[in-house]
C-alpha cells in the first residue's frame, strides 16, 4: 500500500476517503476478504444482529439450529417456538415470522434454502432480489455480497456512517443510503478495498470515535477530520494537549 502526502481540513472528500483508507488500512492492518460465515449464516445472523450484541445474536443462532436441525426445521418449526429460541435478540416476536418467511421465499424460488446461485448474478441483480425479503436492507444485503461473494459494494452500518460523516467523506445528513453511493463513487471497486475500508472503519466507530464522546486524542484522522476541526481547531500540539480523551483502558484491546 503506497502512502500519499498529508492532506488538509479542506480538502474535498475523496481525498478525504482515499486518505481515510490508507490511514486506518496502516493503523488496524491489512484483511483478507475470505468468506467469515456462510451466505445463509451470514444472512440469518444479520437479521439476529440488530440491536443485539454479538454475544446475544451468536447465542440465538446456535440455540436455533441446535432445536430444529437445519433450514428446513427452522422454516416448518411453530413460530412461537422459534421465537422462543431466539429470544436473546432484540425482537424475537418479530424475527421469527420474518426469518421463516426468508427462507419459504428463498425455497420456493431457488428450490432450495441456498444463496449459492447470487454468485452469479450481478450485484444490482443480488442486491434488488435480497432488498425485496422482508426485513433486509441494503446494509445486509451488502454484507452477503461483499463477504460471500465478492461483489464490489459497501455495508454502511451506523458506525462507518459516524465515521465518514465527522471526517468530512461525506455530507453531515447523507443518511446511509446516501453514503452507499456517494463513498462507492470515490473508492476503487475493488472488494477487497471496499471489505477493508467497512471493517476498518466500524472498528474505529466502535473503539475510538465514539457515539457521545469521540477520543480524538487517538484517533490517527484528527488532522483532517472536519468534527475535530470544528470542537478543537487544527490538530496543533496546543490543541491537542487540550482535546480530552475519553479511552479508558481497562476497556482492552481492541477485539477483531
Ligand atoms: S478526530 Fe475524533 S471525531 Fe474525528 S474521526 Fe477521529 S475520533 Fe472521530
New binding site residues.
Given amino acids: 500500500m503506497t502512502s500519499e502526502p498529508p492532506i488538509s481540513y479542506a480538502a474535498e472528500p475523496a481525498a478525504k476517503t482515499w486518505q481515510d483508507h490508507l490511514i486506518l488500512h496502516e493503523f488496524y492492518g491489512p484483511l483478507p476478504l475470505e468468506p467469515r460465515r456462510t451466505p445463509m449464516r451470514e444472512l440469518i445472523s444479520t437479521l439476529l444482529s440488530h440491536r443485539t450484541t454479538h454475544r446475544d445474536e451468536e447465542l440465538a443462532y446456535t440455540r436455533m439450529l441446535e432445536t430444529f436441525g437445519d433450514w428446513e426445521g427452522v422454516m416448518a418449526a411453530p413460530t412461537t417456538e422459534l421465537a422462543y429460541a431466539i429470544r436473546t435478540t432484540r425482537w424475537p416476536d418479530t424475527q421469527a415470522p420474518r426469518i421463516q418467511e426468508v427462507l419459504r421465499r428463498i425455497k420456493a424460488e431457488q428450490g432450495k434454502i441456498s444463496l449459492d446461485f447470487l454468485a452469479d448474478w450481478s450485484t444490482e441483480q443480488g442486491l434488488e432480489w435480497l432488498m425485496a425479503m422482508p426485513g433486509i436492507g441494503l446494509k445486509t444485503a451488502s454484507l452477503v455480497l461483499l463477504f460471500n461473494f465478492r461483489k464490489p459494494v459497501l455495508p454502511i452500518d451506523t458506525h462507518v456512517h ?2 465518514a460523516q ?2 468530512g467523506m461525506i455530507g453531515p445528513k447523507a443518511s446511509a443510503e446516501k453514503a452507499h453511493k456517494l463513498l462507492l463513487d470515490m473508492l476503487p471497486p475493488d472488494p477487497v478495498v471496499l471489505l477493508n475500508f467497512h471493517k476498518h472503519n466500524y472498528w ?2 466502535q473503539h ?3 457515539f457521545t464522546q ?3 486524542p ?5 488532522d483532517f ?4 476541526l470544528e ?1 478543537y481547531g487544527p ?1 496543533t500540539e496546543e490543541a491537542l494537549a487540550a482535546t480530552p480523551s475519553h479511552w479508558n483502558p481497562t476497556w482492552g484491546e481492541l477485539q477483531h
Fill in positions: 459516524r465515521v465527522r471526517v474505529h466507530g475510538i470515535c465514539f469521540p477520543d480524538c487517538r484517533c490517527p484522522l484528527k477530520c472536519n468534527y475535530y470542537h490538530a
